[in-house]
C-alpha cells in the first residue's frame, strides 16, 4: 500500500493555502491509488499552539477530507531520540555551539538565505559549557531525484547547506530530521508539498538514508498560492483563516470554487464539490500521468 501526508505545521489556522495543498495531497493520492495521513507538525513548540492544533482535523473535516491517520509530532520524543542514537552510532553527528550572530557572520548563505555552514565545530572542540545543537555530516555527493511534476534534479547538499540541524540549540527536532522519521516511520512512498519545500529534498534523501531508508520517496512540489504581491501566501501577511471566511458567510462550495480558481484550474469562480475541486487539479496539473 502507498501513503502519503498531509503535513501543516499549527502556527496559524489553515488558510486558502492549506486548502490547495490539500487538494494537491488528495488529487496525487487518487491517481496513485495512495492512502492519506495526516501529520501535524509541531515540533517547534515555540511556535505551536493547542487552539491551532485541535483546530486542523476539525477544519479538514468539514471540507470532506478523510485520512487514514493522524499523528502529531510531539508525541515522537522517543522515536527521535532512537533515530538520533542510529545517526550517533554512526558517527553521523557532532555538536555546533555557534550561535546565529557567528553562524550567519562565518559562513556563506544560499539563495534561500540559509547559511552553508562550514563545518567550523567538527574541527575545533566546542565549549561544553554552552548550548549546542547536533549537525549531521552531510556526505559530499550529488543526488540525483525526479520530481514528478518539475522533472530532474542534481543537487549537492553539501554545497546547498553544508552539515545541516537535526536538534536546535534549544533542544526542539528540527524540521528537517523529524520530517525524515515520519516519513521512515510511517512509511511515507509519495510526498506531496509545496514548491517552497523542493529545496530540502537532497538533504532529505541523505538524512534518509543515513537513518536506514532504503529507498526515497516519490516526490512531488506544486505551485504555491500567492499574493497579488507574488508573495507566498501566509499567515504573517494577515492571509485569513478558513474558519473566517466560513463564519463571513462563504460556503465550503464556494472556497473550494475560488481555491481552484485561483490556482488556475478552473476558469471563473464557481462553487465546487471536494470531488469537483480534486477532478479540476488532477486535469489541469495532473493531464500526464491521466493520459496514461
Ligand atoms: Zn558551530
Redesign the pocket.
Known amino acids: 500500500m502507498l501513503f502519503t501526508r498531509f503535513a501543516p505545521s499549527p502556527t496559524g489556522y489553515l488558510h486558502r493555502g492549506h486548502l490547495l495543498s490539500a487538494l494537491f495531497v488528495f488529487a496525487a493520492a487518487d491517481l496513485f491509488s495512495a492512502k492519506v495521513r495526516l501529520r501535524i507538525e509541531d515540533h517547534d513548540k515555540s511556535r505551536a499552539r493547542k487552539e491551532y492544533i485541535d483546530s486542523i482535523p476539525e477544519d479538514l473535516e468539514r471540507f470532506g477530507f478523510k485520512f487514514e491517520s493522524v499523528s502529531l509530532q510531539s508525541k515522537r520524543q522517543a522515536l527521535y531520540e532512537k533515530y538520533a542514537e542510529i545517526l550517533f552510532s554512526k558517527q553521523k553527528l557532532y555538536p ?3 550561535s546565529r550572530k557567528k ?1 550567519f557572520e562565518e559562513n556563506p548563505v544560499n539563495a534561500d538565505g540559509e547559511v552553508i ?1 562550514s563545518g ?2 567538527l574541527k575545533n572542540p ?1 565549549d561544553k559549557n554552552s548550548d549546542f545543537a547536533l549537525r549531521f555530516k552531510t556526505p559530499d555527493k550529488t543526488i540525483t531525484w525526479e520530481d514528478l511534476l518539475l522533472g530532474k534534479f542534481e543537487e549537492n547538499p553539501k554545497n546547498q547547506c553544508g552539515d545541516f540541524t537535526i536538534k536546535d540549540r534549544i533542544s526542539q527536532w528540527t524540521y528537517q530530521f523529524a520530517v525524515c522519521v515520519d516519513d521512515l516511520e510511517e512509511n511515507i512512498g509519495l510526498v506531496v508539498r509545496g514548491e517552497d519545500l523542493r529545496n530540502s529534498t537532497a538533504r532529505q534523501i541523505v538524512l534518509s538514508e543515513a537513518l536506514g531508508r532504503k529507498t526515497p520517496p516519490l516526490y512531488l512540489h506544486h505551485p504555491l498560492l500567492t499574493e497579488k504581491s507574488g508573495e507566498k501566501l501566509s499567515k504573517r501577511q494577515h492571509s485569513k483563516s478558513l474558519r473566517a471566511e466560513l463564519e463571513q458567510g462563504l460556503s465550503i462550495e464556494d472556497l473550494l470554487g475560488l481555491v481552484c480558481c485561483e490556482a488556475h484550474s478552473i476558469p471563473k469562480k464557481a462553487p465546487l464539490t471536494l470531488n469537483e475541486a480534486i477532478y479540476s487539479i488532477q486535469k489541469t496539473y495532473f493531464s500526464c500521468f491521466l493520459k496514461k
Request: hydrophobic content about 25%; proline content about 0%.
Open positions: 555546533c555551539s555557534c553562524l555552514y567550523h565545530c566546542i
